[in-house]
């Protein structure tokens, strides 16, 4: 059974940094390219990054380049999302998923996602 669990999130303010991880189980994770998503609240959810199976090409949404860094660690199943220079613009339910480096849609079951509020 595929199990995705994200953790991290909360309420920071803007300029603040947070540090996301997502574990994984029930797939073989170092055969995936992984994806960083986020629904804002009202709006549909929307990829912000994604690295590839083996972790050496990364790619990010333009609304968070240079602020977001993706990051994977295959022995302990894990993907990472640093964010940086957060803003108000980024409050939003922040998920992972097994996902086509290039294209779109995810494979697995969402998992419930962490909270991540930028506010003053």
């Known amino acids: 059974q595929v199990q995705l669990v994200e953790s991290g999130g909360g309420l920071v303010q803007p300029g603040g940094s947070l540090r996301l991880s997502c574990a994984v189980s029930?797939?073989?994770?170092?055969?995936?390219?992984m994806k960083w998503y986020r629904q804002p609240p009202g709006k549909e959810r929307e990829a912000v990054a994604a690295?590839?199976?083996?972790?050496?090409?990364?790619n990010y949404a333009n609304s968070v380049k240079g602020r977001f860094t993706i990051s994977r660690d295959n022995a302990k199943n894990t993907v990472d999302l640093q964010m940086n220079s957060l803003k108000p613009e980024d409050t939003a339910v922040y998920y992972c998923?097994?996902?086509?480096?290039?294209?779109?849609?995810?494979?697995?079951?969402w998992g419930r996602g962490t909270q991540v509020t930028v506010s003053s």
């Open positions: 998923n097994a996902a086509p480096y290039s294209g779109i849609g995810a494979y697995f079951t």
């Open positions: 029930g797939f073989t994770f170092s055969s995936y390219a």
């Open positions: 690295i590839t199976s083996a972790g050496g090409v990364t």
